[in-house]
């Protein structure tokens, strides 16, 4: 990412990006699902909401919700059923990177339930779990063993990390708990996260990748400095934005500007040379 934009909303950009933290603004999460057409509500708190059309995507936005679940996403296959996967995005997570779930949704969305319902299967040349670990040991996570059960990679700056627990879940807890099949957070601690995201069993691969990729992407994030927070400038590198640097002028702008300069004539400009005569001895204005 280059270091100066023409449109930047922010003062600051932030590296690692899993360091920038939330930019608590909805919209870039919301509008790749609104521009499918998907109707938002509103709740009497402000909680925002988008259904599907078919009623097997939900997505709630939830600032003034039960917990600290800012983003709660479930899908169906039976509209009035259980949901078949469900994931959640905390309040302090990079907007970022909810923006490139909900953009992968979409997709999926357009292409159909065989897409947005695909379960994970190992082994599967498209739906193979580990698809979506590949991107962060790609470029340079590390294998780590938190604790029985849990395979997990972290990033170079040991801040991030992402869980992958083996054996059988409380289908239930998945969804309303951090005990979830992928389990994505940032900080010193599991216990007390700068951010957390969770997904469940049967989330599909390729929205899960599409989080990953973003998550492991080098480029910085771009934020306000008074809204980081001290422990982010204790361990991230803000580096100021620039201003726009002013275009290059091309040929023709060159030309452009020297035929409108006035011409300058030999005589009304004084030379001097080797040839000229010394100046003659005087007094000084």
Known sequence: ????????????????????????????????LRNLGWELHHDDLG???????????????????DDDGLWR????????????????FNDSCPTEFVTSFTTSLAEAY??????????????????????????????????????WGVFAVQSPDQLAHLEWTTGSLDPEAELTTRDARWHLWAGTSVERPYWYATASTDTPVALLR????SLSDPAPLLRWRDDTYSYVEQRAQLIPVLPPRPATPTPLDVQRTASRRPALTTSSVPRWSTTSRPALPGSRR
């Open 1 to 32: 990412m280059p270091l100066h934009d023409d449109t930047i909303d922010g003062d600051v950009y932030v590296s690692p990006r899993h360091l920038a933290l939330t930019t608590a603004i909805g919209d870039p999460g919301l509008d790749p």
């Open 110 to 147: 357009e292409q159909g339930p065989d897409s947005y319902l695909a379960r994970p299967v190992s082994g599967s040349k498209d739906h193979d779990p580990f698809l979506a670990i590949a991107p962060l040991i790609n470029r340079g996570w590390l294998i780590d063993r938190p604790r």
């Open 73 to 88: 996403i479930n899908a169906y296959k039976d509209p009035f059923g259980p949901p078949i996967w469900g994931t959640c």
């Open 210 to 213: 599409a989080v990953t990729e």
């Open 47 to 65: 909680n925002a909401y988008l259904n599907a059309p078919d009623g097997k995507i939900r997505l709630g936005y939830l600032p003034e919700g």
